[in-house]
């Protein structure tokens, strides 16, 4: 059989080149960097700025059955970036699969926010990826699949290294005491990413631990994790209740060795 071609958008950045590592040697996959130029020898990368090149020109040449987006970048030009990606679709057997965020349910506080659970944001950030999600319900469900990822953590995370950055110059951390997220990790991610892809699924996934934590208690033991340090926490309180930040997995759920939970990430995850 032939191998399936994979085309990832954004596989210069830490989320993106996760997907690449995990996928590279199953797949025939090839990346976009955008001003990593460290990419520009490698025969499998095309430089792509969304704000002045047309994606059209790079699908034409690498014909992917699975495009994954995992860009950042100036927000109205994502937005067409993507309309051209739903075109794209449209027209070829490709499937999209893109890497929204938790914060599309931002708006929302009382409660985790499951699968079908209506969107609502009142982040710039949290409105855009609604905006291109809901551009992905338009087409047929079998050609796109949208993946709601909380903050990602790791050994190689910017989140970890910003706390060890901060821990090593003796700066204030900032902690949210009241509110209550879910978190994953890149190797996890990835590895979900990989299982979703092989089985073809499409539809709606939250790829977040199956548990939750406050955001204060899960830097706290991030750093507990790191070493002997004293840290100097600034809490930042932005409610006087306890705020959700969660998008928890209950009908598309992966199964149970894919799962992960807090402390797993804490224990096996975090550098010591
Ligand atoms: N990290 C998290 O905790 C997290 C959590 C939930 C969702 N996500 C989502 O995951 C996606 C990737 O996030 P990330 O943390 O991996 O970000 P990142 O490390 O900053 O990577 C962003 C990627 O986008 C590329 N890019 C930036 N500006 C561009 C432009 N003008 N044209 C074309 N490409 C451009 C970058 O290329 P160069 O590096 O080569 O410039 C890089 O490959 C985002 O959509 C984000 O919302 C991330």
Do not use: W
Not at 88 to 114: G, H, Q, R, T
Not at 198 to 205: D, E, M, Q, S, V
Not at 241 to 266: F, H, V
Request: charged share 25%.
């Amino acid at each position: 059989m032939e191998k399936k071609k994979i085309l990832i958008l954004g596989a210069s950045g830490f989320v993106g080149n996760a997907i690449y590592k995990e996928l590279c040697s199953y797949f025939d996959t090839y990346g976009t960097y955008f001003s990593n130029r460290s990419f520009s020898t490698n025969k499998q990368f095309y430089r792509y700025d969304l704000e002045e090149d047309d994606i059209f020109q790079i699908l034409e040449k690498v014909h992917p059955d699975v495009i994954i987006s995992a860009l950042r970048g100036n927000f109205p030009a994502q937005i067409q970036a993507h309309q051209h990606l739903m075109e794209y679709l449209m027209k070829s057997k490709a499937k999209l699969y893109f890497i929204s965020s938790a914060n599309v349910f931002d708006a929302y506080s009382k409660y985790p926010s499951y699968e079908y659970d209506k969107t609502l944001s009142e982040s710039v950030f949290g409105r855009l990826k609604i905006k291109i999600e809901n551009m992905m319900m338009r087409l047929p469900k079998e050609k796109t699949a949208i993946l709601r990822v909380p903050m990602v953590f790791g050994n190689k995370s910017p989140r970890v290294r910003e706390i060890k950055a901060l821990l090593d110059s003796n700066e204030p951390i900032e902690v949210f005491p009241n509110l209550i997220i879910n978190v994953t990790n890149d190797d996890r991610l990835t590895q979900q990413i990989h299982y979703l892809i092989n089985r073809n699924k499409t539809g709606i996934f939250h790829l977040g631990s199956s548990d939750l934590i406050q955001h204060e208690e899960f830097i706290k033991d991030v750093i507990q994790r790191m070493g002997n340090y004293h840290p100097i926490l600034k809490r930042v309180y932005t409610t006087n209740e306890d705020r959700y930040l969660a998008a928890l997995p209950k009908d598309n759920k992966l199964p149970k060795n894919l799962q992960i939970n807090c402390q797993e990430i804490i224990d096996h995850h975090i550098p010591v």
